[in-house]
């Protein structure tokens, strides 16, 4: 692994402690979530840049032949492009490549050289003539150099891997002209696809869709024919070369009908403990597609091809560690991601908050309900410091792109409307987005995804998408209930007040609210639509209590239930103080409020994320509590204090100085 990522990780662990994903039951150590490990592939990488192609044209072929050497790292070969004339007449048209990439010249239409320029890393392309609406032109550009790459694995990257070559491309999200002239955008998906891979006879070079053929050259070269048969966008057209091991498994999806899943791991990585969870993969594919629909590109393979990146290129993810988390993310991204691509950046959140989404869903099916409701108990607690929307406002800078928001907020998005529509109808909703004529191996935008809600849901769903998508932040809410005993029955009334929010000002909902009886209880569901609304409700028996949300169908902070005659009684929000004294030797002091009635964990963890101390382990009262921490036993460093109470969780970080 190279020094950039584990300097990531180290920063991470130290001072990034809310994006640290759950806690491994088995190794007692804190997992990064595939948001982390995806993140650090975009630290530090350039601004302002913003690639939405010629509008003019319609691509619809890719073909791209390269010889690609080391000692030294270069490329060179052509690309040729069939483009479709998509407005009334063109005599002129540009492609997308980094200008520090030579051009040596360029055919149209296979026998006519073209006029070019080459400026600010666009190819400038005189026509031979005008060409009118949907008259196709062909274009074939000689190129050659030392493709661009980030110091963190973004664009065309030679590296080693336990001293022997490694080489990969990272395309997304405006990477793909690093490398290879193209129309740098997902909105204009080809239609198919041929990568020809030129390398030395110790490499294997992989790529998408199905492998044709393999020649050698006898030169010390072998050719590697991949064909992609399926719309393909440009992004995720990829390339993995090293001396790969093949390890390969079956998806068996009707009778004897298999496909292959296909693995290129390192020779170190070709281990039982690896080999076993790629075994997974055959099972993830069954169950994603009993969701989705059939595997989407059945007719030519899946698999992994081993390098240090992340990212879910069609019909091959590029992988970097082999964990479970990762691999089920990015095995969802082939239908959602791939399948369906995202129209521009400002969508991601229909790649990778859907990805997120099935992960959760992986877990659910793999190891039941608990699971599913622990991960997702997890992603809120990371939102609680998000304040942007799901939906990107600016995409000229790739740290916008890929943010918490496209994947956690994104994620919990999904989750939210599977509680707003029943899991009956929100899981045809995904089958019926994933397998859309107009959508389908295509590109979408929200408003695609909320019109195949509406449609199943059967009624409108724009508060839900104009609030989670479009506005800001989360609800945050504070009850208020009285009771009072009328004719043998008890009325109820449940005041609930938002705290004013910027965008949306509150958040309309329906909610669930579960009441305790001294035996037995109740769930009502009610409609919140106002920044202030009461509730008037005939029970039954008397209330004694209430849970707001008790299934965490929503993504929020409850800041106080109160019976109106406590209200003064109980602090108005959960809150985990700073340690005091911090540092501290060898005593400290954690204080913690409750608003509510809460079982409270407070636990202490080394820098490694192994549990170190129990400090609370039971059920508490509303109110204020402090508990003391003696580290006369642990040695000096930094230690991790997480509070969990109910729905709510933070981590803080203290240090120990002997």
């Given at each position: 692994?190279?020094?950039?990522?584990?300097?990531?990780?180290?920063?991470?662990?130290?001072?990034?402690?809310?994006?640290?994903?759950?806690?491994?039951?088995?190794?007692?150590?804190?997992?990064?979530?595939?948001?982390?490990?995806?993140?650090?592939?975009?630290?530090?990488?350039?601004?302002?840049?913003?690639?939405?192609?010629?509008?003019?044209?319609?691509?619809?072929?890719?073909?791209?032949?390269?010889?690609?050497?080391?000692?030294?790292?270069?490329?060179?070969?052509?690309?040729?492009?069939?483009?479709?004339?998509?407005?009334?007449?063109?005599?002129?048209?540009?492609?997308?490549?980094?200008?520090?990439?030579?051009?040596?010249?360029?055919?149209?239409?296979?026998?006519?050289?073209?006029?070019?320029?080459?400026?600010?890393?666009?190819?400038?392309?005189?026509?031979?003539?005008?060409?009118?609406?949907?008259?196709?032109?062909?274009?074939?550009?000689?190129?050659?150099?030392?493709?661009?790459?980030?110091?963190?694995?973004?664009?065309?990257?030679?590296?080693?891997?336990?001293?022997?070559?490694?080489?990969?491309?990272?395309?997304?999200?405006?990477?793909?002209?690093?490398?290879?002239?193209?129309?740098?955008?997902?909105?204009?998906?080809?239609?198919?696809?041929?990568?020809?891979?030129?390398?030395?006879?110790?490499?294997?070079?992989?790529?998408?869709?199905?492998?044709?053929?393999?020649?050698?050259?006898?030169?010390?070269?072998?050719?590697?024919?991949?064909?992609?048969?399926?719309?393909?966008?440009?992004?995720?057209?990829?390339?993995?070369?090293?001396?790969?091991?093949?390890?390969?498994?079956?998806?068996?999806?009707?009778?004897?009908?298999?496909?292959?899943?296909?693995?290129?791991?390192?020779?170190?990585?070709?281990?039982?403990?690896?080999?076993?969870?790629?075994?997974?993969?055959?099972?993830?594919?069954?169950?994603?597609?009993?969701?989705?629909?059939?595997?989407?590109?059945?007719?030519?393979?899946?698999?992994?091809?081993?390098?240090?990146?992340?990212?879910?290129?069609?019909?091959?993810?590029?992988?970097?560690?082999?964990?479970?988390?990762?691999?089920?993310?990015?095995?969802?991204?082939?239908?959602?991601?791939?399948?369906?691509?995202?129209?521009?950046?400002?969508?991601?959140?229909?790649?990778?908050?859907?990805?997120?989404?099935?992960?959760?869903?992986?877990?659910?099916?793999?190891y039941g309900e608990t699971a599913y409701d622990e991960d997702i108990l997890n992603l809120m607690s990371f939102t609680r410091n998000l304040n942007n929307s799901v939906w990107v406002e600016d995409i000229t800078n790739v740290s916008n792109i890929f943010r918490p928001e496209s994947y956690i907020k994104g994620a919990l998005v999904l989750h939210m409307l599977r509680g707003v529509l029943g899991d009956t109808l929100f899981f045809?909703?995904?089958?019926?987005?994933?397998?859309?004529?107009?959508?389908?191996?295509?590109?979408?935008?929200?408003?695609?995804?909320?019109?195949?809600?509406?449609?199943?849901?059967?009624?409108?769903?724009?508060?839900?998408f104009s609030e989670w998508i479009y506005g800001k932040k989360h609800p945050r809410y504070k009850i208020n209930w009285d009771k009072e005993e009328v004719d043998s029955t008890w009325n109820m009334v449940i005041k609930i007040e938002q705290t004013v929010n910027i965008s949306p000002p509150f958040f309309?909902?329906?909610?669930?609210?579960?009441?305790?009886?001294?035996?037995?209880?109740?769930?009502?569901?009610?409609?919140?639509?106002?920044?202030?609304?009461?509730?008037?409700?005939?029970?039954?028996?008397?209330?004694?209590?209430?849970?707001?949300?008790?299934?965490?169908?929503?993504?929020?902070?409850?800041?106080?239930?109160?019976?109106?005659?406590?209200?003064?009684?109980?602090?108005?929000?959960?809150?985990?103080?700073?340690?005091?004294?911090?540092?501290?030797?060898?005593?400290?002091?954690?204080?913690?409020?409750?608003?509510?009635?809460?079982?409270?964990?407070?636990?202490?963890?080394?820098?490694?994320?192994?549990?170190?101390?129990?400090?609370?382990?039971?059920?508490?009262?509303?109110?204020?509590?402090?508990?003391?921490?003696?580290?006369?036993?642990?040695?000096?460093?930094?230690?991790?204090?997480?509070?969990?109470?109910?729905?709510?969780?933070?981590?803080?970080?203290?240090?120990?100085?002997?």
């Amino acid at each position: 692994m190279n020094r950039e990522f584990y300097h990531y990780v180290l920063l991470t662990l130290f001072f990034f402690v809310p994006i640290i994903d759950a806690q491994d039951n088995q190794t007692g150590k804190w997992k990064l979530n595939e948001y982390d490990l995806k993140r650090y592939q975009w630290i530090n990488l350039p601004e302002n840049i913003y690639y939405p192609g010629d509008q003019t044209i319609d691509i619809i072929y890719y073909k791209i032949d390269l010889t690609i050497t080391i000692s030294p790292n270069y490329i060179k070969g052509s690309v040729t492009i069939f483009a479709r004339v998509d407005t009334t007449n063109i005599d002129s048209l540009f492609l997308d490549l980094a200008q520090n990439m030579i051009v040596d010249s360029i055919i149209i239409q296979d026998t006519i050289l073209a006029q070019f320029n080459h400026p600010d890393d666009k190819i400038n392309i005189s026509l031979d003539r005008n060409y009118f609406f949907n008259e196709v032109i062909t274009l074939t550009v000689f190129y050659e150099g030392l493709p661009n790459s980030t110091s963190i694995g973004a664009g065309f990257i030679f590296d080693l891997h336990n001293g022997d070559p490694v080489i990969w491309s990272a395309s997304e999200p405006y990477f793909a002209n690093y490398w290879w002239p193209c129309k740098d955008t997902p909105a204009d998906k080809a239609d198919s696809a041929d990568i020809i891979l030129t390398v030395d006879t110790s490499l294997i070079p992989i790529s998408n869709g199905s492998l044709k053929s393999v020649i050698n050259n006898n030169n010390g070269t072998h050719t590697y024919s991949w064909k992609v048969s399926y719309p393909i966008a440009q992004y995720l057209i990829s390339v993995a070369i090293s001396n790969y091991q093949l390890y390969t498994n079956y998806y068996v999806y009707s009778g004897n009908d298999s496909m292959a899943v296909t693995n290129y791991l390192y020779t170190e990585s070709y281990t039982p403990q690896n080999l076993s969870k790629l075994d997974m993969i055959p099972e993830m594919l069954e169950v994603y597609s009993s969701l989705f629909g059939e595997y989407p590109f059945i007719n030519e393979k899946f698999g992994h091809a081993e390098c240090y990146s992340l990212m879910e290129n069609q019909t091959i993810t590029s992988l970097v560690a082999f964990d479970e988390d990762l691999m089920s993310h990015e095995t969802a991204h082939q239908w959602f991601g791939d399948k369906i691509t995202c129209k521009d950046w400002h969508d991601i959140w229909l790649n990778e908050g859907f990805a997120s989404f099935v992960d959760c869903l992986w877990k659910e099916y793999k190891y039941g309900e608990t699971a599913y409701d622990e991960d997702i108990l997890n992603l809120m607690s990371f939102t609680r410091n998000l304040n942007n929307s799901v939906w990107v406002e600016d995409i000229t800078n790739v740290s916008n792109i890929f943010r918490p928001e496209s994947y956690i907020k994104g994620a919990l998005v999904l989750h939210m409307l599977r509680g707003v529509l029943g899991d009956t109808l929100f899981f045809k909703t995904l089958y019926d987005y994933s397998n859309d004529p107009e959508l389908a191996y295509g590109v979408a935008t929200t408003d695609d995804f909320q019109r195949v809600a509406e449609n199943v849901y059967g009624a409108d769903l724009d508060y839900f998408f104009s609030e989670w998508i479009y506005g800001k932040k989360h609800p945050r809410y504070k009850i208020n209930w009285d009771k009072e005993e009328v004719d043998s029955t008890w009325n109820m009334v449940i005041k609930i007040e938002q705290t004013v929010n910027i965008s949306p000002p509150f958040f309309t909902m329906p909610i669930e609210i579960k009441i305790n009886y001294t035996a037995g209880d109740t769930i009502i569901k009610i409609f919140n639509n106002a920044q202030i609304q009461e509730y008037l409700i005939n029970l039954p028996n008397e209330p004694m209590s209430i849970i707001f949300d008790p299934d965490n169908w929503i993504l929020k902070d409850v800041l106080s239930i109160i019976p109106e005659v406590e209200e003064e009684d109980y602090p108005s929000e959960f809150f985990l103080s700073q340690n005091y004294p911090n540092p501290f030797n060898p005593l400290t002091v954690i204080s913690y409020q409750l608003p509510v009635g809460s079982d409270v964990s407070l636990k202490v963890y080394n820098i490694l994320g192994k549990e170190v101390a129990i400090l609370v382990e039971e059920y508490k009262p509303a109110g204020g509590y402090e508990t003391e921490f003696d580290a006369a036993t642990f040695p000096s460093g930094v230690y991790l204090y997480q509070l969990r109470a109910g729905n709510f969780v933070e981590t803080k970080k203290m240090i120990l100085l002997k």
